[in-house]
């Protein structure tokens, strides 16, 4: 049967378009409905990704909106500040303790400024603390190094050179997930393994012939394809570059079993006719629907890393799924503590600045907790 033309050669028609359709009359039967309703899931789970791609996007151009500046006027006070706090440290008019006090602070703003990239904010944190943010760093890393080992049971090779604490992590890492990964293989050499021991029944057996039918249907698929599309058997050069743009799309939906793109791209090449899904038998519908259950789930997985990826980027609390409210909320609560800090920071610098206050501001900030001024000052700069 002659291959129906498709509105354009680039659009790509949604998987719902591949749905097997009754004949006159007559009912669906039970493989084509099924058939189906995996093409509405592989719909819906595509359409699913492109909003959660388009959410990161529009997000993080309203996250830069709102925090790059309040988050610019915070690092600038803070700079102040510390530059401030030196200065006073130049006189005489301060106790020991005053200036013990003044000189963590000190040590406190400028780290964290370093840490976020304000090079010259190091040689100042180092004339005043006793340890150098390099010594500092190394400490944390061998502390780090020691705390990984003990969880893994193994050390962690560093081929002769010192690892930061960055490099430690991204190694622990590795090694857990690959510890992981081993017991996850043995838990399913187990679970074969007690199944093979079971007697064969007709479920299992008929599951294998499914899915060996599935596998050969594919195939096949993907066979047609590369056959119609070789790019060195056409002459046209416009044509050409098409094919090889339409070849490239079906070996990746190949690798991943996507049997929904390869129908779409034999559509779009004009190499199949849209209803010969519904003159399929239904033992070839079943196999079908095997792969699309298949595609389903990879697409669910993909959905679910999507989310992962989207709530650690913008740092949403543990257990918290993206979606906009709940990155509209956080950003809130971020937009909100920011405008708190940067306030506190202008109110600490008027402060320190008038000879008459820093020393009230010093008491305070040697009887404030620590724990209290986290934000500011982390413990151990000095």
């Known amino acids: 049967m002659p ?60 996250r830069h909106r709102w925090l790059a ?63 150098t943010l390099a010594q500092k760093k190394q400490a944390a890393a061998d502390a780090l190094r020691v705390r990984l080992e003990a969880a893994l049971g193994e050390p962690l090779a560093d081929d002769g050179q010192a690892l930061s604490a960055e490099e430690l992590l991204r190694e622990g890492m590795a090694r857990w997930r690959a510890a992981q990964e081993e017991a996850q293989a043995r838990r399913q050499a187990k679970a074969q393994a007690r199944k093979a021991r079971q007697k064969p029944g007709a479920g299992p057996a008929a599951e294998q012939v499914l899915a060996a039918d599935a596998e050969t249907q594919l195939r096949t698929l993907f066979r047609q394809l590369a056959s ?24 990746t939906a190949y690798a991943r079993k996507d049997l929904v793109t390869l129908m779409q791209i ?63 909320q956080h950003l809130l609560g971020q937009v909100q503590a920011l405008e ?13 600045q008038d000879a008459a206050d820093l020393k009230r501001w010093l008491n305070r900030q040697r009887d404030t907790p620590r724990a209290a001024r986290a934000d500011r000052d982390p413990d151990d700069y000095c």
Do not use: Y
């Open 69 to 131: 500046p309040l988050q610019g006027q915070r690092r600038q006070h803070m700079r102040d500040l510390a530059l401030a706090l030196e200065a006073q440290l130049q006189g005489k008019a301060l106790s020991r303790l005053q200036q013990t006090t003044a000189t963590e602070a000190l040590c406190g703003l400028a780290q964290i400024l370093a840490g976020e990239g304000e090079a010259d904010m190091v040689a100042l944190h180092d004339r005043h603390s006793r340890q």
């Open 340 to 352: 708190s800090a940067v306030a506190q920071l202008a109110h600490d610098l008027a402060q320190v």
């Open 228 to 251: 119609a599309l070789h790019p060195d058997r056409e002459p046209d050069e416009a044509e050409r570059q098409r094919k090889t743009a339409l070849m490239s799309e079906a070996n």
């Open 266 to 328: 034999q559509l779009r090449a004009e190499l199949a006719d849209p209803a010969a899904v519904s003159r399929l038998a239904d033992d070839r519908l079943a196999a079908l629907t095997l792969l699309l259950k298949q595609l389903v789930a990879g697409l669910e997985r993909e959905r679910a890393a999507r989310q992962g990826q989207l709530a650690a980027e913008f740092e949403l609390p543990h257990g918290q799924v993206a979606n906009p409210n709940t990155l509209r």
């Open 3 to 62: 291959a129906t033309r498709t509105p354009s050669q680039n659009q790509v028609a949604p998987a719902t378009a591949l749905q097997a359709l009754a004949p006159g009359e007559q009912p669906l039967t039970a493989a084509a409905r099924a058939f189906n309703l995996q093409l509405t899931r592989v719909d819906k789970l595509k359409a699913q990704l492109d909003e959660l791609d388009a959410l990161g996007q529009a997000h993080r151009a309203e």
